[in-house]
């Protein structure tokens, strides 16, 4: 059975990225608090995971509770490979 849709035209609408702090102040802080470049790594793998689902599913916004057992399991294995 073929799927039908409204003829209303897709928009994506861009995700804002978190701003990048000038190098010297990332220097600073990694120097003083190496766990926080851990945390900002973890955030951006979690971020790329729920992104790409939202892509996929065609949605503006998708949280990480909304992902599947397996899309969960990558995730993990993922933000693992950074410790």
Do not use: Y
């Not at 689902?53 to 899309?71: F, I, K, M, P, T």
């Amino acid at each position: 059975m073929p799927l039908s849709t409204r003829e209303a035209p897709v928009t994506r609408r861009e995700i804002p990225q978190p701003t990048r702090m000038p190098s010297a102040l990332t220097e600073d802080t990694a120097a003083t608090d190496p766990g926080q470049s851990a945390i900002e790594e973890a955030i951006r793998v979690i971020q790329r995971h729920v992104d790409k689902e939202a892509r996929n599913r065609w949605v503006e916004h998708l949280e990480v509770r909304d992902l599947c057992a397996r899309q969960k399991a990558d995730l993990v294995a993922d933000l693992a490979k950074l410790f």
